[in-house]
C-alpha cells in the first residue's frame, strides 16, 4: 500500500495560521469588549494622524480605506506574477472548451486523455491560489485592529450625521444589515481598490512587455 504524500511544512504553517487569523476576525466582530479594548489601542496611533477630532469622519474613514485598500493590494502585488497569472487562466480557459467539445462530440478517447490532464492543470490553477491565501494572513492582521477602531471612532462620534446624495441626514451609526459606516466605507474603498489593482496590473505587463522588447533589440 503506497504511502501518503507527506504535508509541506510551510502550507500546514499557513493554514494553521488563516485559520488562527479567521478566530480572532470572529472573536473580534462579536465580541464588544474585545473590540472596543482593541479599537483603543490602535487609536493612540491613528487618532492623531487621520481622526481630525471626529470633526470629518468621512475624511478619515475615506484615509483609513484607502490605507487598507492600498496595503493589502500592494503587498498582494509584490508576490503575483501577473503575466503568469493570465498565462493559467488563459490555458485553463482553453482546455475547459476542449473537454466540453470532447464531451459533446462522445470523443471518448479524446476526454480519457484530457481527463488524465486534469490533475496537473488544476494543481497548476492552485497554485496562484495558494500564493493569495498565504498573504490573506498577514494583511488581515493589520486591517482587523484597524477596522476594531473604526467601530469605535465611529461609535464615539458625538454627531454622526453626514449629507449624501441621497438624503441630508444619513446616520453613521444606524444599521442597514450592516452598519451604515461600513457601507459607506465599502463605497469608498471597493472602487479605489479596483483602480488601484488595474493600475498596477497594467504596470506590470507594461513593464514585461518593456523587457520584452528590449531582449528583442
Not at 498573504?135 to 449624501?164: K, R
Request: avoid cysteine.
Amino acid at each position: 500500500m503506497a504511502n501518503p504524500p507527506a504535508q509541506d511544512p510551510k502550507a500546514t504553517t499557513s493554514r494553521m495560521l488563516l485559520i488562527f487569523v479567521f478566530i480572532m476576525a470572529i472573536f473580534v466582530m462579536f465580541d464588544n469588549n474585545l473590540r472596543t479594548a482593541l479599537g483603543k489601542i490602535v487609536g493612540y496611533g491613528l487618532e492623531p494622524i487621520w481622526g481630525f477630532d471626529g470633526s470629518f469622519p468621512v475624511v478619515s474613514l475615506f484615509i483609513t480605506g484607502a490605507f487598507m485598500t492600498t496595503l493589502s493590494i500592494v503587498v498582494r502585488h509584490f508576490f503575483t506574477d501577473y503575466v503568469k497569472q493570465a498565462r493559467s487562466q488563459k490555458i485553463m480557459s482553453a482546455f475547459n472548451k476542449e473537454m466540453q467539445a470532447a464531451r459533446k462530440e462522445n470523443n471518448t478517447y479524446k476526454l480519457k486523455k484530457m481527463l488524465e490532464l486534469q490533475p496537473k492543470m488544476m494543481e497548476e490553477s492552485m497554485k496562484q491560489t495558494t500564493t493569495q491565501m498565504k498573504l490573506m494572513p498577514v494583511t488581515m492582521l493589520i486591517i482587523i485592529p484597524i477596522f476594531a477602531w473604526l467601530a469605535v471612532f465611529v461609535g464615539n462620534l458625538e454627531s454622526a450625521v453626514i449629507t449624501v446624495p441621497w438624503s441630508n441626514f444619513a446616520d453613521l451609526k444606524e444599521t442597514y444589515v450592516l452598519p451604515a459606516w461600513v457601507l459607506l466605507y465599502s463605497l469608498i474603498s471597493v472602487p479605489f481598490g479596483q483602480l488601484l489593482s488595474r493600475g498596477l496590473r497594467y504596470y506590470s505587463f507594461k513593464k514585461r512587455l518593456n523587457e520584452l522588447k528590449a531582449e528583442g533589440q
